[in-house]
């Protein structure tokens, strides 16, 4: 059980915060090592070397981290935060989850134009919708979330395009599976660092 009562899901891997100290599913944190050369590395995959270190994928606590040395606490060991560290994270993020889209067009898994990803909705074909940032409230809202499944407003128009070779996009819709998993993951990340979940989002079926 963890801290509040809640019964641990022995399948969901968690980590602690080293900012809040609350232990959640780590797919809502991100993992840094100390780096070489003492600098504080963020790994978005996952996959470096070394003693990892988790704060949870949210601007304010990131920042709080840097400014107050927590790194060095989670690593045990004197580190330094770069002051591009946050900028470093959200760029990164962002090309995660644009790679992952352009992988997903190619496989068949994704779509863009509001006619194609209104077709999808539709048949119930998506399972999440993705919708530029920068994009009119207006138009956005003639589109809905799938059930059960998520929105996202977390990329600009440009940054949509590139997955679909294009100036830019404003909707995106993608089909379940492993990609969409994936891009789920990181796009919650990146929305806990540009706060446009808060925004306008789509409207309702």
């Known amino acids: 059980m963890t801290r509040g009562g809640r019964i641990k899901d022995r399948e969901t891997p968690e980590r602690r915060c080293i900012v809040t100290g609350e232990t959640q599913p780590k797919a809502g944190l991100i993992r840094f090592v ?44 004197q580190v330094s935060a770069s002051p591009e560290l ?4 959200e760029t990164g993020l962002a090309k995660r989850v644009t790679d ?24 119930g074909k998506a399972r999440v ?17 799938p059930p059960g499944g998520r929105w996202f407003g977390c990329l600009t128009a440009s940054e949509l395009g590139l997955s679909f070779g294009r100036d830019h996009v404003i909707h995106s819709a993608l089909a379940p599976g492993g990609l969409t998993d994936k891009l789920i993951r ?20």
Request: aromatic share 6%; net charge positive.
């Open 34 to 77: 100390a780096g070489p050369d003492a600098q504080v590395v963020p790994d978005l995959g996952e996959k470096l070397p070394g003693r990892g270190f988790w704060v949870v994928a949210d601007r304010d606590a990131l920042e709080k981290a840097a400014k107050k040395g927590m790194f060095s606490r989670g690593a045990k060991a």
């Open 86 to 89: 946050l900028a470093m994270i």
């Open 100 to 123: 992952t889209l352009s992988l997903a067009r190619k496989a068949g898994l994704a779509v863009a134009g509001f006619e194609k990803v209104k077709d999808w909705l539709a048949a």
């Open 129 to 145: 919708l993705l919708q530029a940032s920068d994009g009119s409230d207006r138009g956005k809202g003639k589109l809905w979330t």
């Open 186 to 205: 990181d796009a919650s990340r990146l929305t806990g660092l540009r706060g446009h979940d808060g925004g306008v989002s789509a409207g309702k079926e």
